[in-house]
């Protein structure tokens, strides 16, 4: 499959914050010949519509319809939860009326037999993106969190319990009933280059890895397969990446996120120094356009430089 213009796609595995950054990067580089396959393991069913977190956030990062503060969609208002807040409803999960307007639409196609594929593809389509977000799989995969001697929902455990490690396990409910998208196989096996994005390694990207085949696409697939580092100047930009790492037994440098992707890899961007694979060395901090334009095409360039 290529893109709309004819050339072979530049895959990107993203979560919704380092890997959507990226991905914004990569659509002055590549193009409308992107393709990103987002984690969907963080989707959740709430005030009858169908969040999908992930694949929403590269979304909107591709609409350059972001919100400053890195959630949901710029200059969105908050009547609803306003209102359902006055009705005495727990509001435990914020989320903006244009937001929610996309969300229940979501959740009505997919009542109505549209895959997530197809009603990602429709939001993508209606925010002018024509770039593909895909999904990692159609069927629901659900990450539950062992913490304080219980399993809970992700979301719960990110807002609720506002990510209060230790984490004592991970799980991804359905993931074995779960498949890539035909199209996801079809962007891997045909693609100039494939990146997994400065994303959490454990429950950003593991979750894409563990759908069944995907792994085996990947290394299957004649492109190089390189990775951004999440860790930027030694610590995390932002959220829980270090509890998970911790739990996952992976160090928080650029071995550990190697690790994280052993036997998957050709090369590896990260700002330290870093001899185990052929590695990029560059600053990776995706502060702003410019930034994200050149983490973008100077990881795509290195990734081109191995197949
Ligand atoms: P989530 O789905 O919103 O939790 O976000 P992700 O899993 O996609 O991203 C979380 C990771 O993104 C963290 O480990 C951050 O360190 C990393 N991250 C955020 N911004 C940047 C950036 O500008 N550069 C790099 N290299 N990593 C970043």
Same mark, same amino acid.
């Given at each position: ?18 890997? %959507? ?8 580089? %590549? ?7 987002? &984690? ?7 005030? @009858? ?24 969609? %710029? ?18 999960? &914020? ?11 979501? +959740? ?13 593809? @429709?939001? #993508?389509?209606? /925010? ?32 609720? @319990? ?20 035909? @199209? ?6 045909? %693609? ?27 290394? #299957? ?24 790492? +911790?739990?996952?037994?992976?160090? /928080? ?6 690790? +994280? ?17 052929? #590695? /990029? ?21 290195? #990734?081109?430089?191995?197949?």
């Amino acid at each position: 499959m290529t893109g709309t213009t004819g050339v072979p796609p530049v895959v990107v595995l993203a979560g919704g914050t380092g890997g %959507a950054k990226l991905a914004r990067g990569m659509l002055d580089v %590549a193009g409308d010949d992107l393709v990103v396959i987002a &984690n969907t393991a963080d989707d959740v069913e709430v005030y @009858e519509s169908h969040v999908s977190p992930d694949p929403d956030l590269v979304t909107f990062w591709l609409a350059d319809r972001i919100d400053d503060r890195g959630w949901g969609l %710029a200059g969105d208002t908050f009547h609803v939860m306003d209102g359902l807040r006055e009705l005495g409803e727990d509001v435990w999960f &914020n989320l903006g009326d244009r937001d929610l307007a996309l969300c229940l639409r979501r +959740a009505r196609r997919l009542r109505e037999g549209a895959t997530l594929t197809v009603a990602l593809a @429709e939001a #993508a389509a209606a /925010l002018g993106v024509r770039a593909r977000v895909l999904p990692m799989a159609d069927q629901p995969v659900r990450t539950r969190i062992f913490a304080r001697r219980r399993w809970v929902a992700f979301q719960e455990f990110m807002i609720r @319990e506002q990510a209060q490690g230790p984490v004592d396990g991970v799980e991804f409910e359905g993931i074995h009933a779960a498949s890539p998208p035909a @199209e996801a196989l079809e962007a891997i096996a045909s %693609a100039r280059a494939i990146v997994i994005g400065p994303s959490n390694p454990v429950i950003s990207i593991r979750p894409i890895l563990d759908v069944p085949g995907m792994a085996d696409a990947l290394r #299957a697939s004649a492109a190089p397969v390189v990775a951004v580092s999440p860790i930027v100047g030694g610590g995390v930009v932002k959220g829980p990446t270090e509890p998970f790492l +911790a739990w996952a037994g992976l160090s /928080l440098d650029a071995e550990g996120i190697a690790a +994280a992707y052993r036997g998957l890899l050709d090369g590896l961007v990260t700002d330290e120094p870093f001899d185990r694979l052929r #590695a /990029l060395r560059t600053d990776t901090m995706m502060g702003d356009a410019q930034a994200r334009r050149r983490v973008a095409a100077e990881t795509l360039r290195f #990734a081109e430089s191995l197949s």
